[in-house]
């Protein structure tokens, strides 16, 4: 076979692959919209399930996803942006500093049913907190921690060194650094570790099966203490062990229609806040 | 008193012995080129007045760096009150990806001043000591970015000067400009040199001799010869100083 063939044949092989990859992206988002689409109305999303969730709406799971995206991002992010100055910008090159790494990444491995569980045992149970709002956000927020310290990491090393020296050299201290200079510079890119989170956080089943997640709960949560419910865990409850799976299987389509919209507007949102932050600091 | 003296100063990275006993006196309002080849320790003997070279893992420095008499490594001496005293403008220009107004506000501000009117009349006055003003007086509020590259450098300059040092450290400021601007920089520096003690290292042996009133030649980490530029320019003790000025070597 002659290089020019060689070269052709890779080239396609790999053309063929990556549009592969966007063909199942869409099959799956159309095959849900396609299967989902007769339940989406305004009734859906704003009302209480009915008839043993297979009539009614989505409301409470909802709001409870809004919620645990709330409270989860309230725990992780500072601790995780913090995490990864200190990582980045304070421990010096050594053991300590590669242990911290290495721990980070393994936490990052941990499948999500162990988080499920030692959120149970810790928060549900040692701490009392019960149920609840608060052990959900907790247990989720140890999940995305990796993720949000990784790419605060990389957000805060990709910025030149020349700057940090500039603002030392006039006297700053590494904190003026660090806020005044370095953080506003990295801020566009560690979103993108939210935005990544963000969509975790809502998706994510086994987390919140045992700390907050309720299999039917048509009223609002009125404190961090109560249970909610919450889009993927309603999902799977009304696909497999609902009153009436058959008749409840359009409802399944339409959480899931309506889960993926929400991951799409919150990205959205935060992209558009990266681009408006990127903007401001131009680096070029 | 000298307004700079280094004693018998040793600089190492880990093992790598990279400053060899340099000591050095230089006078207040001159100008003193360091001069040498790539690696020579030209630029870590300029940084050890700012302290710059704190910021490298395993830096052990040996031997006395004074200013105004003081010591600067002795234990008393706070870092970011002699890195007011002692500015420094770096080889690439690094302005802030802010605006031209808060790039040289930057300096007051971590410095605590909040005063607006002091901050606004300072800017100006930095501005226009970096003969920048007319330039982008209309512009305070664009970003710095959009500066062409020696408006940028002349933009670190204000930087460095808004907090009134008495020292200027230039590390090959005009290096990545192209002749016009590296030409108004000298005529700055030359300026600047009635109001500050200027130390600028430089690979560019015209500019030594123009802006310069003494030279030191550094090589392999020891200084080998220190003069009047006129001196070092016209008549080197070291051969090793003539054939670098030469461009024998380097």
């Given at each position: 076979?002659?290089?020019?063939?060689?070269?052709?044949?890779?080239?396609?092989?790999?053309?063929?692959?990556?549009?592969?990859?966007?063909?199942?992206?869409?099959?799956?988002?159309?095959?849900?919209?396609?299967?989902?689409?007769?339940?989406?109305?305004?009734?859906?999303?704003?009302?209480?399930?009915?008839?043993?969730?297979?009539?009614?709406?989505?409301?409470?799971?909802?709001?409870?996803?809004?919620?645990?995206?709330?409270?989860?991002?309230?725990?992780a992010?500072?601790?995780?942006?913090?995490?990864?100055?200190?990582?980045?910008?304070?421990?010096?090159?050594?053991?300590?500093?590669?242990?911290?790494?290495?721990?980070?990444?393994?936490?990052?491995?941990?499948?999500?049913?162990?988080?499920?569980?030692?959120?149970?045992?810790?928060?549900?149970?040692?701490?009392?907190?019960?149920?609840?709002?608060?052990?959900?956000?907790?247990?989720?927020?140890?999940?995305?921690?990796?993720?949000?310290?990784?790419?605060t990491e990389?957000?805060?090393l990709?910025?030149d060194?020349?700057?940090?020296?500039?603002?030392?050299?006039?006297?700053?201290?590494?904190?003026?650094?660090?806020?005044?200079?370095?953080?506003?510079?990295?801020?566009?890119?560690i979103?993108?570790?939210?935005?990544?989170?963000?969509?975790?956080?809502?998706?994510?089943?086994?987390?919140?099966?045992?700390?907050?997640?309720?299999?039917?709960?048509?009223?609002?949560?009125?404190s961090?203490?109560?249970?909610?419910?919450?889009?993927?865990?309603?999902?799977?409850?009304?696909?497999?062990?609902?009153?009436?799976?058959?008749?409840?299987?359009?409802?399944?389509?339409?959480?899931?229609?309506?889960?993926?919209?929400?991951?799409?507007?919150?990205?959205?949102?935060?992209?558009?806040?990266?681009?408006?932050?990127?903007?401001?600091?131009?680096?070029? | 008193?000298?307004?700079?003296?280094?004693?018998?100063?040793?600089?190492?990275?880990?093992?790598?012995?990279?400053?060899?006993?340099?000591?050095?006196?230089?006078?207040?309002?001159?100008?003193?080129?360091?001069?040498?080849?790539?690696?020579?320790?030209?630029?870590?003997?300029?940084?050890?007045?700012?302290?710059?070279?704190?910021?490298i893992?395993?830096?052990?420095?040996?031997?006395?760096?004074?200013?105004?008499?003081k010591?600067?490594?002795?234990?008393?001496?706070?870092?970011?009150?002699?890195?007011?005293?002692?500015?420094?403008?770096?080889?690439?220009?690094?302005?802030?990806?802010?605006?031209?107004?808060?790039?040289?506000?930057?300096?007051?501000?971590?410095?605590?001043?909040?005063?607006?009117?002091?901050?606004?009349?300072?800017?100006?006055?930095?501005?226009?000591?970096?003969?920048?003003?007319?330039?982008?007086?209309?512009?305070?509020?664009?970003?710095?970015?959009?500066l062409?590259?020696?408006?940028?450098q002349?933009?670190?300059?204000?930087?460095?000067?808004?907090?009134?040092?008495?020292?200027?450290?230039?590390?090959?400021?005009?290096?990545?400009?192209?002749?016009?601007?590296?030409?108004?920089?000298?005529?700055?520096?030359?300026?600047?040199?009635?109001?500050?003690?200027?130390?600028?290292?430089?690979?560019?042996?015209?500019?030594?001799?123009?802006?310069?009133?003494?030279?030191?030649?550094?090589?392999?980490?020891?200084?080998?010869?220190?003069?009047?530029t006129?001196?070092i320019?016209?008549?080197?003790?070291?051969?090793?100083?003539?054939?670098?000025?030469?461009?024998?070597?380097?």
């Amino acid at each position: 076979m002659n290089k020019r063939i060689k070269e052709q044949l890779a080239f396609w092989t790999f053309r063929v692959l990556s549009f592969l990859v966007i063909a199942i992206l869409f099959s799956i988002l159309g095959f849900i919209l396609y299967n989902g689409f007769s339940v989406l109305s305004w009734d859906f999303i704003s009302k209480m399930p009915e008839d043993g969730m297979t009539k009614g709406g989505i409301y409470p799971a909802i709001i409870g996803t809004l919620y645990l995206i709330a409270g989860s991002m309230l725990f992780a992010f500072p601790i995780g942006v913090m995490s990864g100055i200190y990582i980045t910008e304070y421990a010096r090159d050594g053991l300590l500093k590669r242990f911290v790494k290495l721990m980070t990444n393994n936490l990052a491995g941990v499948p999500s049913i162990v988080f499920g569980l030692f959120g149970m045992a810790l928060f549900v149970n040692k701490m009392e907190f019960g149920d609840s709002i608060l052990a959900g956000s907790l247990t989720l927020s140890l999940m995305v921690l990796p993720v949000i310290i990784r790419t605060t990491e990389e957000a805060l090393l990709a910025v030149d060194n020349g700057f940090r020296h500039a603002s030392y050299a006039l006297g700053a201290t590494k904190l003026q650094t660090i806020g005044r200079v370095v953080l506003p510079m990295s801020l566009p890119n560690i979103i993108t570790g939210m935005i990544l989170s963000i969509g975790r956080v809502s998706g994510e089943t086994a987390p919140i099966l045992f700390t907050v997640a309720a299999y039917f709960l048509p009223k609002l949560p009125t404190s961090i203490y109560d249970q909610v419910m919450a889009l993927p865990y309603h999902l799977y409850v009304i696909a497999t062990s609902g009153t009436n799976i058959e008749q409840s299987r359009p409802m399944a389509y339409g959480t899931a229609v309506v889960l993926i919209l929400i991951v799409l507007i919150l990205n959205l949102i935060a992209n558009a806040l990266r681009k408006y932050l990127g903007k401001k600091y131009k680096i070029s | 008193m000298h307004k700079i003296e280094s004693k018998d100063v040793h600089l190492y990275y880990g093992s790598f012995h990279a400053l060899k006993g340099i000591s050095i006196v230089i006078e207040k309002n001159t100008v003193t080129a360091l001069i040498g080849p790539s690696g020579c320790g030209k630029s870590t003997y300029l940084r050890l007045f700012n302290r710059m070279n704190d910021l490298i893992d395993n830096v052990k420095i040996e031997g006395q760096c004074l200013i105004d008499g003081k010591n600067i490594y002795s234990r008393e001496i706070n870092i970011e009150d002699l890195r007011k005293r002692v500015g420094m403008v770096f080889q690439k220009p690094n302005p802030f990806p802010k605006t031209i107004f808060e790039n040289v506000a930057y300096g007051l501000r971590v410095n605590g001043i909040t005063h607006s009117t002091f901050i606004e009349e300072r800017v100006e006055r930095s501005l226009r000591q970096a003969a920048l003003w007319e330039e982008v007086k209309d512009k305070l509020k664009k970003s710095a970015m959009e500066l062409s590259g020696g408006q940028q450098q002349r933009l670190c300059i204000a930087r460095a000067l808004s907090i009134e040092p008495s020292v200027l450290l230039m590390d090959e400021p005009a290096s990545a400009l192209d002749p016009i601007s590296t030409a108004k920089i000298e005529e700055l520096i030359y300026e600047l040199k009635s109001e500050y003690t200027i130390m600028i290292v430089t690979h560019n042996m015209q500019q030594a001799g123009r802006v310069s009133d003494y030279t030191g030649f550094f090589y392999l980490g020891e200084l080998i010869e220190f003069d009047t530029t006129k001196k070092i320019f016209t008549n080197p003790t070291d051969t090793r100083t003539q054939n670098y000025i030469t461009g024998r070597f380097g």
